[in-house]
């Protein structure tokens, strides 16, 4: 895994608020090129809302976020560009469930990135092969079962060949015995050299592929280590409790 | 309820039979009318009323009704003052939605036994009735005999073709879409569509014409249109325009986000402006990215819910064609307009149900793949939102039907106003029964087939998304 | 920050491609529109109206108005000296009366059809889906047509009427009923019951308390209940606060100030908007109960509770739920439909309209009586909001 010299993502001093209430409170962060991010924290400590901000699905209020150099303001074209180099995949997958299975991954590279129907095909089918479900092609997502609509949703956000993939809990929404399939899909993607920062509990699946863990709680990055930094010696109170409520059951 | 009977000694038990009084006829009576002393009497009751008012209404029905009123003016209540000789082009409109219809039918819909032997035995009566009362035609009036062959003969002789033709237009089409269906489903759907969407205007142009009095279709000007011919066409025109213009008002109605703020009131917060400018601002904030958009809509929305329809034709009468700076607009076209702006008001709020069914990830994940909101609205939004609302979508259409009749308060003459001006002639004066009578047969029959065809189309479209997850 | 702003210097980016000044844009273009059409439009109406030489203000509200109303709470409630404004405050009177009335009957007609539709009794069912298809598949004014025609011009006159239990008498010049007319003892009556219900309530809870606590048996709703009816029915007898007031036929027709009397109009439009309202209101009542899981009817049998009980105390609450927001719409149907009254010759809103509308101007005319509807509407949503409200279930 070659690292260039700048991050891909440069996060610094992140604030946003609903109402009156302070969900992310200055957060800074730097995310090199192909390098694994895991984030992880009790719910409502602002982890979804901070990935979402990196794609503009909500609009930070002060601080700065850059990807792949591009500012994220309130100019479209930036946004539209930035949203093009990131792909995101949801815990309730998302899939279209008017389109079959190779429509709902061909949409978006024909209709925004203009490209040819049989080669958009031909992308989806290379694609569906690597997260190994070819013979679902023709089917809807209603049809799937919660494992292979997930790894359709993948699918469908590597169609737009993005430079980062945006995690947010992908397992969440499964039942136990499909995890291990979605999982072994997003080893796969890590070991290719993808940039990913993932949400998630998956403990296990954090310590074998992440280079690096990020603790949320309460808006903010509490503690920041390599996976056996963290999960063998956290150095705060709050992660303490965490792990210890997470990895007892 | 059920009484065991412990078989002969040595019989095997699969020999053993429900007892006589557990099944047939008897069986059901008892479970369905007299389970309890109080049911029985509840069922005695009702079995004297209802018997009454049947006997009451054939009594009214064979000796005092006179049909004629509905035979002599047969043409004027089915199509008004349009020209006779140009009655095939009607004809041939009818011939062209009935065949649709059936198609759609056979596609999406399913053809019980019961409802075929209905539409069997209904032919039949109207065949077999003015048969029979060839041999009757001596009989004398008051009787019977006589009723048959002077009242219901004549009558149901007239309404023979028009019947035969609905229902074979309606079979035949039946056939053909069960046979698309067989063939290609999905494309045999996408065409049905299709055809509807170019059948209305095309049956706009055969009724209304286009070219001068020599040509192949000469213009019937809407002045002329009325009866059964005028309900139909102001209930399609206004279903066709009012359709785009309620999607487009329900777009608008949810744009620009759902996120809302609350507004935690302090005690006695009404007593403190500053609390006023807060709730201002939240309220505005509220409205999202589009406040003006959205402020518009609700504004149309709201007025046009919340005042009757009579009152808009009414006002539509004198303003539309002010407004529109032409006197001469037809009094049709004005109650077109009217129609459609106020039932435009009706299908937004549909829709807009429909949109807020959707989970809102939808939204999110088209945004994250990068389409625009317009594409994400085209390809992502919309589709699905008007596959959940069409249930209420179609009950709102039938509801359109029967609005068309409130155009008889400002003078229109479609069916229920031209049985008026028909009543009011000198020779019919006083048979107003059996011509309401009839009117009502008619608009029940339209509107009950309507949303039976609704009731079949949600069973098999639930069934559809419930494939598509 | 200053490392960031030098390796990734802010480009002013031009400002059509700001989101937020897309927006606007996109709002101002819409409302631009928008405006100059009203505009376009707004002209050419005021010119037509112009050129017709027709009026457009409001200024005749104060002029004798040259017709006169004969339905209303009192007797010659309109007369042809008064203004017009006071032509429009009877049919409000006259639209409120035939709307309160008719959402009651409708209501209580509706839940009893829509509860009939899931007898066990196969008649009741049927007697009860024909009944709904019959009324939802035909439209209101024909039915009111009918009334019209085959009802009330066959009413017979007010010498020889027909007589219902009452006695009441039903004849074209309307229904006549007997009266309760208040006495000097009403105001006590009333504030004596009054104290008795709260007395009774307060004791009912304080019993129940009791018995919930301490196991004893207290007999809390027994004694709860005959105090509260008890000294309501006690306070009648000595006070005898209403006397009733019978009606008379006289020579020719009902004796006037005897009895109460509301025009026969009135009894066709009720009658009108009560049979085509329930049939909706049945269905609403039906699909509501059938919304209720059966696992509820199943748990309540199997506690022991008869149908009626179950029906009172556990599924109609659930489904009231289900009921409100159709149910709402359907009493808003009814406020708009009460503008049909003119069919039946009632003297509502939009039937004294348009009899004002042959002498002044329709505009000014058709702006108090959408005005009117409107402020009905938006009252009737209001309140049946903070019933929705009350009826939904509280989930996290």
């Known amino acids: 895994m070659t690292k260039q010299d700048d991050p891909i993502i440069i996060v610094r001093d992140v604030h946003k608020w609903y109402g009156d209430f302070h969900a992310l409170r200055g957060i800074s962060m730097e995310v090199s090129r192909g390098e694994v991010v895991v984030i992880c924290g009790p719910s409502g400590s602002g982890k979804s809302t901070f990935i979402r901000t990196i794609n503009r699905l909500e609009e930070h209020d002060r601080g700065e976020i850059i990807v792949n150099g591009i500012r994220l303001t309130n100019d479209v074209r930036n946004i539209a560009a930035i949203r093009s180099e990131i792909g995101m995949v949801f815990q ?124 949320f709680d309460h808006g903010e990055i509490v503690e920041e280590n390599t996976p056996d930094g963290f999960f063998q010696a956290p150095k705060t109170e709050r992660a303490k409790q965490f792990l210890a409520k997470v990895l007892s059951h | 309820m059920t009484t065991a009977i412990a078989p002969a000694e040595g019989a095997p038990a699969s020999q053993v039979k429900r007892p006589v009084i557990e099944r047939g006829v008897l069986a059901w009576l008892r479970r369905n009318l007299f389970r309890t002393p109080f049911d029985a009497a509840l069922t005695v009751i009702l079995v004297a009323v209802g018997g009454s008012l049947l006997a009451q209404f054939l009594e009214w029905s064979i000796a005092q009704a006179d049909w004629t009123v509905i035979t002599t003016n047969f043409r004027i209540l089915m199509q008004g003052t349009y020209p006779a000789e140009q009655g095939h082009r009607l004809g041939l409109s009818v011939v062209l939605i009935t065949l649709l219809a059936g198609v759609s039918w056979g596609i999406w819909g399913k053809l019980f036994r019961a409802t075929a032997f209905a539409f069997v035995g209904g032919v039949l009566i109207f065949v077999l009735v003015p048969l029979a009362a060839e041999s009757l035609a001596d009989s004398p009036r008051g009787t019977f005999g006589g009723y048959v062959s002077g009242q219901l003969a004549p009558l149901f002789s007239l309404l023979r073709d028009p019947v035969l033709l609905l229902v074979g237009c309606l079979l035949i089409g039946y056939g053909l879409g069960r046979f698309a269906k067989q063939i290609d489903r999905k494309r045999a759907g996408r065409y049905t569509l299709i055809a509807w969407f170019i059948s209305i205007p095309i049956c706009f142009v055969l009724v209304r014409g286009f070219s001068d009095a020599d040509g192949i279709l000469p213009v019937v000007p809407t002045s002329r249109w009325g009866g059964l011919l005028l309900t139909f066409m102001l209930a399609f025109v206004a279903i066709v325009a009012c359709f785009p213009l309620g999607i487009l008002l329900a777009l608008g109605r949810m744009s620009g986000g759902t996120r809302k703020l609350t507004f935690k009131a302090p005690p006695r917060w009404w007593l403190n402006p500053l609390q006023w400018l807060r709730a201002l601002s939240i309220w505005w904030r509220n409205l999202g990215n589009y406040p003006i958009i959205k402020l518009l809509c609700i504004i149309y929305i709201e007025f046009l819910r919340g005042v009757p329809l009579v009152t808009v034709f009414f006002t539509a009468n004198l303003i539309v064609p002010l407004a529109l700076g032409d006197n001469s607009i037809d009094a049709v076209v004005r109650a077109m307009v009217a129609l459609t702006l106020f039932e435009a008001a009706y299908i937004a709020e549909i829709v807009r149900g429909g949109l807020q069914a959707l989970p809102p990830g939808q939204l999110e994940a088209a945004k994250a793949l990068g389409l625009s909101p317009v594409q994400a609205t085209l390809f992502i939004t919309l589709p699905q939102a008007l596959r959940i609302a069409i249930p209420p979508l179609v009950g709102q259409f039938i509801t359109m039907f029967k609005d068309t009749s409130l155009v008889a308060i400002i003078g229109l003459t479609e069916l229920l106003g031209v049985s008026r001006a028909v009543l009011a002639q000198s020779e019919f004066i006083g048979r107003h029964r059996e011509l309401y009578v009839f009117v009502a047969i008619v608009y029940f029959v339209f509107s009950y087939g309507m949303s039976y065809a609704a009731r079949q189309l949600e069973r098999s479209g639930s069934g559809a998304i419930r494939k598509i997850g | 920050m200053a490392d960031l702003a030098k390796r990734f210097p802010v480009r002013r980016f031009a400002f059509w491609r700001d989101v937020r000044f897309l927006r606007g844009a996109v709002q101002l273009i819409v409302l631009a529109i928008v405006i100059g059409l009203a505009i376009w439009l707004i002209n050419n109406v005021n010119q037509g109206l112009a050129r017709a030489r027709i009026p457009t203000d409001f200024s005749f509200l104060t002029q004798p108005s040259g017709f006169q109303i004969d339905e209303g709470l009192v007797d010659q409630p ?7 404004a006071n032509a429009f405050a009877v049919a409000l009177v006259n639209t409120l009366r035939a709307v309160l009335v008719s959402l009651v009957l409708a209501t209580l007609l509706g839940l009893f059809i829509g509860i009939a539709r899931l007898s066990t009794n196969f008649l009741a069912r049927t007697l009860a889906l024909a009944y709904i298809e019959i009324f939802q598949n035909t439209p209101l004014l024909l039915q009111l047509f009918f009334i019209f025609t085959s009802i009330l011009l066959t009413l017979p006159r007010a010498t020889e009427p027909i007589v219902l239990p009452g006695p009441s008498y039903l004849s074209s010049s309307g229904l006549a009923t007997p009266n309760l007319i208040p006495t000097e003892t009403s105001g006590w009556w009333v504030l004596l019951t009054a104290i008795g219900i709260g007395v009774g309530v307060a004791l009912w809870r304080r019993l129940r308390t009791i018995r919930l606590e301490t196991g004893r048996t207290t007999y809390a709703a027994e004694i709860g209940l005959s105090v509260m009816f008890g000294v309501g029915i006690l306070a009648w007898l000595i006070l005898q606060p209403f006397t009733v007031d019978f009606p008379a036929l006289g020579r020719f027709g009902y004796v006037r100030d005897r009895g109460a009397i509301v025009s026969a109009n009135f009894v066709a439009i009720v009658l009108g908007l009560v049979l085509y309202t329930s049939a909706f209101i049945a269905e609403i009542v039906r699909s509501g109960i059938q ?106």
Do not use: C
């Open chain 3, 78 to 84: 309109h007369k042809r000296t008064d203004s017009y």
């Open chain 1, 92 to 215: 309730q997958f998302n899939l279209f469930p008017h389109l079959t299975v190779l429509q709902n991954i061909t949409l978006a590279p024909i209709w925004v990135r203009k490209r040819p129907r049989r080669e958009a095909e031909r992308i989806a089918y290379e694609l569906l092969e690597r997260v190994k479900i070819p013979e679902q092609a023709h089917k809807y997502p209603g049809q799937l079962s919660g494992g292979q609509q997930q790894r359709v949703a993948i699918a469908r956000a590597l169609a737009m060949q993005p430079k980062i993939m945006l995690f947010d809990e992908p397992t969440s929404a499964l039942d136990p015995e499909m995890i291990k399939e979605v999982l072994d899909v997003m080893r796969e993607l890590a070991r290719s050299g993808l940039t990913m920062i993932v949400v998630t509990h998956e403990m296990g699946f954090a310590r074998e592929v992440a280079d690096r863990i990020v603790f």
């Open chain 3, 291 to 396: 919304s209720v899981p059966i696992g509820q009817w199943e748990a309540a049998r199997a506690q022991g509770f008869t149908y009626g009980q179950i029906l009172r105390l556990i599924v109609l609450p659930q489904a009231l739920r289900v009921i409100i927001p159709p149910l709402t719409n359907q009493y808003l149907n009814l406020a708009k439909n009460s503008s049909l009254g003119a069919a039946v010759g009632f003297a509502e809103v939009f039937g004294v309209a348009r009899t004002m509308a042959q002498s002044v101007s329709v505009v000014p005319i058709m702006v108090i009586v959408m005005g009117i509807y409107l402020a009905l509407s938006l009252i009737t949503s209001a309140v049946m909001n903070v019933l929705n409200a009350r009826f939904q279930i509280k989930t996290r």
